[in-house]
């Protein structure tokens, strides 16, 4: 029996561990369970946004798509951690990249978003609520990318509600302010999380570059991202 009040996450509050990583894609989700999962188990169809729990060097993790954009992504990410009593969120998703030295596949962890999304209004506080990262996962994920020696950059990031923005300078303006890559979810997940007293850390690999002629393909944003997914399941292995 369906127990939970979830709109679009129809399973048993049991077949979802604690800890989730997400990608924006169900069918990356789908890879990640498939490739990384020990006995993966499908707990979500609803929309085909597949949501999978296994075990990972024997502890439960889960991983489940977010769907693109804020509003998607917070919809399932206040489900599981409101109704199905999960923790830690970890996104692992795509991003445009700002600086010159940064190329495709390359890894970010994202410490804080900056965005143009005004979904924080409904918390009522009187001023901008930062979105950051939760310091325990931000501060393991980057131990794993020292042990691995992997070449990650940690800083910040622009979630952007509008994916063609008609105002062409966007871009420069948040390179000139130090933001790292342009994704669309960060944000809304730092956010959700704080008012769920629950943890969320993004972490980011590089798809395309926002000022070079640089990208990858559909099928190669779906299943070459290893890098970015082995630090984020190992970060989530240790938050358990
Ligand atoms: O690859 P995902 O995780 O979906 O992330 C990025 O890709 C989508 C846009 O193509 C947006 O969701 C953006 O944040
Ligand atoms: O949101 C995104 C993701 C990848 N590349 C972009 O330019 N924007």
Redesign the pocket.
């Known amino acids: 029996m369906i127990s939970t009040p979830s709109a679009c996450i129809v399973a048993e509050k049991e077949k979802v561990a604690k800890v989730v990583l997400m990608p924006g894609d169900p069918l990356r989700a789908k890879y990640i369970a498939e490739k990384y999962l020990e006995n993966p188990e499908l707990f979500n169809t609803v929309r085909n946004m597949y949501g999978y729990t296994g075990t990972y060097k024997g502890k439960r993790i889960s991983v489940m798509g977010s769907g693109m954009g804020i509003p998607s992504m917070t919809l399932y990410a206040h489900e599981l951690y409101n109704f199905f009593d999960v923790d830690s969120i970890i996104r692992v998703g795509?991003?445009?990249a700002l600086r010159d030295d940064m190329k495709v596949r390359d890894v970010v962890i994202a410490m804080s978003a900056s965005t143009n999304s005004k979904f924080d209004v409904q918390y009522g506080f009187p001023g901008t609520l930062a979105p950051t990262a939760d310091f325990d996962l931000l501060n393991d994920a980057v131990s794993v990318c020292k042990e691995r020696e992997a070449s990650v950059k940690v800083g910040n990031v622009f979630t952007?509600d509008v994916?063609y923005n008609a105002d062409s300078n966007i871009p420069s303006l948040c390179r000139d302010l130090g933001m790292l890559c342009?994704?669309?979810e960060t944000a809304g997940i730092y956010w959700e999380a704080v008012a769920s007293h629950k943890k969320a850390l993004s972490i980011l690999s590089i798809?395309?570059h926002?000022f070079r002629h640089e990208e990858l393909t559909a099928l190669e944003r779906q299943e070459s991202f290893d890098e970015m997914i082995e630090i984020a399941l190992e970060t989530a292995w240790r938050s358990l």
């Open positions: 795509s991003a445009g952007t994916f342009v994704e669309m798809s395309d926002m």
